[in-house]
């Protein structure tokens, strides 16, 4: 893992700035219709970021599980991209699947806690949270890289991620036509997998999809976007 993370800190990109804010929005659809929207802000002031999502659920879903979903990310900026150092997840009318995580990077050590139970474990370099893993794209060449492996938490635990990174491909989206970067955790029978599409304009993800083991799916899939360099 130590070796993964210091070649994906070498193919870090020293060229592209990152912007100073980004509000983006996508659609969040179930079997071609539309059950949410998720709204995410990421700002950068000096060499600290700060991010939020929040997913609000629509149509037969908000009848369903009213609750909102929110995450927040605030950590640092650096030459390697988002190191995240406090992040949470809610669950409105749902606690028992939040998440909190503290990263201590000068000791190596990350703590997790949920359900009221708090859990220390060894922290991988380049750990990202689910909500800066999306925005870490912002710092990488992905045209120079054939898989991505890294670390990633919820707030209630810590796993290990694959992705290959496969050919460029033209994607529609609600905020127009964007030429992507398409990654693929190539899931095993039985496993959820998860594509990604990473726009090469902005380096942010256009599209995404989970299908889980039953085959089932859910579609993140840009909606509208407007960034300050």
Request: charged fraction near 20%; include cysteine.
């Amino acid at each position: 893992m130590k070796l993964i993370a210091l070649l994906i800190a070498c193919l870090a990109s020293t060229a592209y700035a990152a912007p100073q804010s980004v509000e983006a929005s996508y659609d969040v659809m179930i079997a071609g219709m539309k059950v949410g929207r998720m709204d995410e802000t990421y700002t950068q002031k000096d060499d600290h970021y700060s991010l939020s999502s929040t997913t609000t659920p629509q149509g037969i879903l908000a009848a369903l599980k009213p609750g909102k979903i929110v995450s927040r990310s605030q950590g640092t900026v650096g030459k390697n991209g988002l190191q995240p150092e406090v992040f949470d997840h809610v669950r409105e009318n749902d606690a028992n699947r939040n998440g909190h995580a503290e990263f201590d990077w000068h000791s190596m050590r990350i703590k997790l806690t949920h359900q009221g139970q708090v859990n220390e474990f060894p922290l991988p370099q380049g750990t990202q949270d689910r909500l800066s893993a999306m925005y870490q794209f912002m710092f990488l060449d992905l045209g120079k890289l054939s898989s991505l492996d890294f670390a990633m938490t919820d707030g209630s635990k810590l796993d290990s991620y694959h992705y290959a990174i496969g050919s460029r491909q033209k994607v529609d989206t609600g905020a127009g036509p964007c030429e992507s970067v398409y990654l693929d955790n190539q899931a095993k029978a039985g496993e959820s997998r998860t594509e990604i599409w990473v726009s090469t304009k902005d380096r942010l993800p256009c599209k995404m999809v989970i299908t889980d083991a039953h085959g089932e799916q859910v579609t993140q899939i840009l909606s509208s976007l407007r960034i300050t360099p």
